[in-house]
């Protein structure tokens, strides 16, 4: 869906105004943000998704981008990959499936390499200001002792 729909690029950089584009990380969001309908649709959120994609590479990521390695829902899209090809087209694009992690455990290996990371007092660097820190917190259950 939305291959072969015009996109409108001023409506799609109207959208990239919005404060969760130009905010640094880290940042989140869900529907309270963008759960009402898009005008355009489906296809101008794609390629809103791709091109946030791409920005946050660009931003933070070396400045010769050698490979993609990609997870989540995303990834099974054509239009946001097919995106991405175009706009770096020296840049190899595979998935994590293809390095053996199923795509659908891509969140719970983050979060756990995030809690092993904060468990074993390694600090995450933000980007924005460089400074360590745990990030997130760790909540013991009945058998924290005996692990």
Do not use: W
Not at 105 to 125: M, Y
């Amino acid at each position: 869906m939305g291959a072969k729909a015009k996109v409108g690029q001023a409506i799609v950089d109207e959208m990239l105004q919005q404060p969760y584009f130009v905010h640094d990380v880290p940042k989140t969001t869900g529907r309270e943000t963008f759960g009402g309908r898009m005008e355009g649709g489906k296809p101008r959120g794609l390629r809103i998704t791709a091109y946030s994609l791409l920005e946050h590479y660009r931003r933070y990521g070396p400045k010769q981008l050698g490979e993609i390695c990609m997870g989540g829902g995303g990834s099974y899209n054509p239009n946001i990959v097919n995106y991405l090809r175009e706009q770096t087209p020296t840049t190899s694009i595979t998935t994590i499936n293809e390095i053996g992690i199923p795509i659908g455990a891509k969140e719970a290996l983050n979060f756990a390499f995030l809690g092993f990371e904060g468990f074993v007092g390694r600090p995450i660097i933000i980007p924005k200001n460089a400074r360590k820190g745990a990030i997130g917190q760790t909540e013991p259950g009945d058998n924290y002792f005996h692990i």
